[in-house]
């Protein structure tokens, strides 16, 4: 148990569908991310919520739209998405934005048709 | 952009074997750098957080340095088992406030 549970864990989704991502944590942590895995590419950081408040958005196009209604729970909202947009999606939160380690799920593994 | 590298990327021991690899991080500026292994179907999971240059920190067979002024640190795992195997990620910091940016990672096999 992580204490960082994602769902769904396994997602296809056509190119015209809407599907969002469900992140929740209940380690009383302030920070939450989104991160992207591909193939053979290192973990790249998509979004950051800090007490609620996107300060991080790291050039991600406009078809993914992060949401954080609470410290809790972090979505990520998905539409018109692209093949290439097949990746893992792992969500992770920290006590802070500072040096606290990462809490990871794990992970929503999405395939793109 | 920040370039962290691992190395190598990935490696195949025998069990009971001792191994090491590597982070390698700009020396400009240093904040933090974290260690996660990360197991097959998994989430990652810290290990080490080091802040201070001449840091050693150790988790039972597993321990980690850290070299700020020459940009790297060294991940260590003695007596190397099956259930070590993973890949082993590192997260660099350059300053506070600001998001870690990950390295490739080293996927270790151990082999009975």
């Known amino acids: 148990e992580t204490g960082v549970t994602q769902t769904p864990r396994h997602l296809v989704m056509g190119m015209t569908n809407k599907k969002s991502l469900k992140c929740e944590q209940h380690l009383g942590h302030n920070a939450m991310y989104w991160y992207k895995q591909s193939a053979k590419k290192p973990l790249e950081l998509m979004f950051v919520y800090n007490f609620k408040e996107q300060t991080e958005n790291n050039s991600v196009p406009s078809r993914f739209s992060p949401e954080c209604p609470n410290s809790s729970h972090l979505f990520l909202h998905l539409h018109t998405l692209q093949p290439e947009d097949s990746a893992l999606y792992l969500c992770a939160s920290s006590q802070d934005q500072g040096n606290s380690p990462l809490h990871f799920g794990n992970g929503t593994r999405l395939t793109v048709t | 952009i920040l370039n962290v590298e691992q190395s190598p990327q990935s490696l195949h021991v025998q069990e009971g074997d001792s191994t090491n690899f590597t982070c390698s991080f700009p020396s400009s500026n240093f904040y933090a750098l974290h260690w ?41 795992i003695k007596g190397s088992q099956p259930e070590d195997s993973a890949t082993y990620l590192c997260a660099f910091m350059r300053n506070y406030g600001q998001n870690f940016v990950f390295g490739p990672g080293t996927r270790l096999s151990v082999l009975p």
């Open chain 2, 36 to 76: 996660y292994r990360w197991e097959t179907a998994k989430s990652p999971e810290a290990l080490f957080v080091m802040t201070l240059n001449g840091d050693e920190k150790k988790k039972g067979r597993i321990s980690a340095t850290l070299n700020t002024k020459e940009g790297y640190s060294y991940l260590y």
